[in-house]
């Protein structure tokens, strides 16, 4: 369980009439999502960084990758706590009040520990759920090779165990007036 804030987890949702209690939910939304933003921190400066991503539910893992040098993996070092996050916005809602303006919108935020790979087969592992995720149409020892002990040297694979997670959304009604997606007006 991850730390907790005033008595609650982290992953607490405050408003909890928008709170998704539906892990099957969570699971897939991490699943598709696009990319997410983790959050690092150092000497007490917090860092975001976007990265494409894939969710392993057997290992009830994140996986990413990137470099084996800079700030990520500097602050995943010295700092294995990290906060994940994926949303998406639905359309935004006017209101003849300012303060009541809103957006609908739906996220996951996943609490754990992050640490480099070090065993290549476990690696190349999270290197092809990326390759599945994002390529799906390409099928491996047909249209690429897949992932090698050469790529690991070049390339680093990150894992973050997930200690706690919320999903959480927030919808208006179908005729909501007014309703609109963000640059349609």
């Not at 099957?24 to 983790?38: E, H, N």
């Not at 520990?113 to 290549?120: E, F, G, I, K, P």
């Not at 090779?145 to 040297?153: A, G, R």
Request: with cysteine.
């Amino acid at each position: 369980m991850a730390k907790e804030r005033k008595g609650k987890p982290l992953a607490h949702i405050r408003r909890e009439d928008r709170a998704i209690q539906d892990e099957d939910w969570i699971r897939s939304f991490l699943g598709r999502a696009p990319f997410g933003v983790i959050g690092t921190a150092s000497e007490g400066q917090p860092f975001l960084v976007t990265r494409n991503f894939a969710y392993d539910h057997q290992a009830h893992a994140i996986y990413f990758h990137g470099a084996r040098v800079g700030r990520t993996h500097d602050n995943a070092l010295a700092n294995d706590r990290v906060c994940f996050n994926v949303s998406e916005m639905g359309r935004l809602l006017p209101a003849e009040r300012a303060a009541e303006v809103g957006v609908e919108f739906s996220g996951v935020i996943a609490f754990g520990h992050v640490s480099l790979v070090t065993d290549d087969t476990e690696a190349k592992h999270g290197l092809q759920q990326l390759l599945d995720k994002y390529f799906a149409h390409l099928k491996p020892d047909e249209d690429y090779e897949p992932p090698t002990d050469e790529d690991l040297k070049d390339v680093a694979v990150y894992r973050i165990d997930i200690t706690d997670w919320s999903g959480k959304e927030g919808k208006a009604p179908d005729d909501y007036p007014g309703a609109f997606i963000y640059g349609e007006r």
